[in-house]
């Protein structure tokens, strides 16, 4: 079937040490989202890429960064984690970018920091 | 601008109805609702364009209300998989989707 691929399910970093997500597709959607979503909140949008066309939300620090090498794959660097980017993330895809367009996601990657 | 959800828990026995209010303060152009179950990734429900049609999911239907700003899920005669965080997504003039806070809810035999 297709569908948004996120690895790992868990991730535990240390304070200040670099880590990476990732979040796979196979659905060929032009549109990759990352979320970012803390216990008992909404998800908040920090950045997406359409197709090769980056796009960070206003708010978003700069501590986190994202890559997409291909349509496939999608990764999200956080440079420097704080215990405040203790959170679940969630990668997501549309087709394109419309206000008609669902959104598909992943089963999201935990992130505790240490 | 993140839209407004209310109520923000229910609990329910099986067999009992339910509504969830969506609004926004800006003119939408549609609402999303997707449903989260505690350590999962959000899944689509159902979407609702402006014209203030009504859709259905099961027995889990929604409306909009293009004057109000506003969307509404119901819950009709709520089963034990109903339970799970429902969030509504609006999009604005553009493409992005902003969710809002969550519904709780809770289904009890």
């Known amino acids: 079937d297709a569908m948004v691929i996120q690895n790992p399910r868990y991730q535990v970093t240390q304070f200040g040490k670099p880590v990476t997500l990732s979040c796979s597709q196979t659905l060929n959607h032009n549109v990759m989202y990352w979320y970012q979503q803390k216990s008992s909140q909404a998800p908040k949008l920090l950045f997406h890429y359409y197709d090769k066309d980056f796009n960070n939300e206003a708010d978003t620090p700069d501590n986190f960064q994202s890559r997409r090498p291909n349509t496939s794959f999608c990764f999200l660097d956080i440079r420097s984690p704080g215990l405040g980017d203790a959170a679940m993330y969630l990668c997501a895809t549309s087709r394109v970018r419309a206000t008609n367009e669902k959104l598909f996601f992943g089963s999201g990657t935990q992130l505790s920091v240490l | 601008q993140q839209p407004v959800q209310s109520p923000q828990a229910v609990i329910l026995r099986e067999g009992e109805d339910a509504v969830i209010n969506c609004s926004s303060s800006?003119?939408?152009?549609?609402v999303h609702w997707y449903r989260q179950k505690h350590g999962e990734a959000p899944v689509f429900l159902m979407i609702l364009l402006k014209g203030g049609e009504q859709k259905g999911h099961e027995k889990i239907s929604a409306s909009f209300n293009e004057k109000k700003q506003q969307s509404s899920l119901y819950l009709t005669a709520s089963q034990l998989s109903y339970s799970g965080t429902y969030f509504c997504?609006?999009?604005?003039?553009?493409?992005?989707?902003?969710f809002g806070a969550g519904t709780t809810v809770t289904v009890r035999a």
């Open positions: 997504g609006t999009r604005y003039n553009d493409y992005k989707l902003s």
């Open positions: 800006k003119a939408l152009y549609s």
